[in-house]
C-alpha cells in the first residue's frame, strides 16, 4: 500500500519561511497528482497547494498565491512547500496527499476516497 511522508515544520514568527517535503513511492512522472491540505483546531480541512504527477499544474489557495510555492522531483519520490511570509492563520496540520486525478485533488479540491494520506505535521506560526 502506498504512504506518504512528511517532514519538515516546526515553529516560526511571522513573516518568516518554512519548508515542508512529502515523500512517497507513488510521487513519480506516471504517477499521482500530490496536494498539501491544512487544518486547524476547530476549522475544516482545506487545500492549500497542488501539483500534477507533471508538475506542469500548479493550484493554489487563494490566500497563500504569492506566498506558498509547490514543487516536485519525480527523481526523488518528494513533493516540497516552501512556505514563506507565513502569518499566524497559517498555523494547523498539514499533510500531504495524492491521486491520480488532478482534477479531484488539485481543482475541485475533493480527494476521493482513493486518496492516500501523510500522517500530517504541525506548522505553528507565532510570536
Known amino acids: 500500500q502506498a504512504r506518504l511522508v512528511e517532514s519538515g515544520g516546526g515553529l516560526v514568527q511571522p513573516g518568516g519561511s518554512l519548508s515542508v517535503s512529502c515523500t512517497g513511492s507513488?510521487?513519480?512522472?506516471?504517477?499521482?497528482?500530490v496536494g498539501w491540505y491544512r487544518q486547524a483546531p476547530g476549522k475544516d480541512r482545506e487545500g492549500v497547494a497542488c501539483i500534477s504527477r507533471s508538475g506542469y499544474s500548479i493550484n493554489y489557495l487563494g490566500s497563500v498565491k504569492g506566498r506558498f510555492a509547490i514543487s516536485r522531483d519525480n527523481d526523488k519520490n518528494t513533493v516540497y512547500l516552501q512556505m514563506n511570509n507565513l502569518r499566524p492563520e497559517d498555523t494547523a496540520v498539514y499533510y500531504c496527499?495524492?491521486?491520480?486525478?488532478?482534477?479531484?485533488?488539485?481543482?475541485?479540491?475533493?480527494?476521493?476516497?482513493?486518496?492516500?494520506w501523510g500522517q500530517g505535521i504541525q506548522v505553528t506560526v507565532s510570536s
Open positions: 496527499a495524492a491521486e491520480v486525478s488532478y482534477q479531484t485533488l488539485c481543482v475541485n479540491w475533493a480527494p476521493t476516497s482513493l486518496a492516500y
Open positions: 507513488g510521487i513519480t512522472s506516471d504517477g499521482d497528482a
